[in-house]
C-alpha cells in the first residue's frame, strides 16, 4: 500500500506561483514498485482532468492547457514530487490531486489540495 499525502495549496492572485508537493509513503516494495506520478485536478461541476505527469526515468508529460506555466519534477530518494505552477489564472483553480502507478499497474491517489486563483 501507498499513501500520498500533498501539501502546498492555498489562496494566490492571477499571475501568481505556488508549488506543490506530494510525498509518497508506504512499505519499501511498495515505494519501489512506483513507475509515474503526477497531478491531476477538479474543479467544481467538472471532471477530473490531467494536469502534468512524470516517469521514474524522468519523462513528463503536460495538458495543453498548463504547458510552459507548469512544472513537474520528482525526488525518487525522497519519494516525492512537485509541481511548480506559475502565471496562474482564474481556470486553474481547482483541487489537485496526486496520482502513482505502479509497474503492475495498480493506481493510488492523494486526499487533493485545494488551489484558487482569485484577486
Known amino acids: 500500500q501507498v499513501h500520498l499525502v500533498e501539501s502546498g495549496g492555498g489562496l494566490v492572485q492571477p499571475g501568481g506561483s505556488l508549488r506543490l508537493s506530494c510525498a509518497a509513503s508506504g512499505a519499501s516494495g511498495s515505494i519501489a514498485s512506483i513507475n509515474a506520478m503526477g497531478w491531476y485536478r477538479q474543479a467544481p461541476g467538472k471532471q477530473r482532468e490531467l494536469v502534468a505527469t512524470?516517469?521514474?526515468?524522468?519523462?513528463?508529460n503536460y495538458a495543453d492547457s498548463v504547458k510552459g506555466r507548469f512544472t513537474i519534477s520528482r525526488d525518487n530518494a525522497k519519494n516525492t514530487v512537485y509541481l511548480q505552477m506559475g502565471s496562474l489564472k482564474p481556470e486553474d483553480t481547482a483541487v489537485y490531486y496526486c496520482?502513482?502507478?505502479?509497474?503492475?499497474?495498480?493506481?493510488?491517489w492523494g486526499q487533493g489540495t485545494q488551489v484558487t486563483v482569485s484577486s
Open positions: 496520482h502513482a502507478v505502479s509497474i503492475w499497474g495498480r493506481t493510488y
Open positions: 512524470i516517469t521514474s526515468a524522468g519523462s513528463t
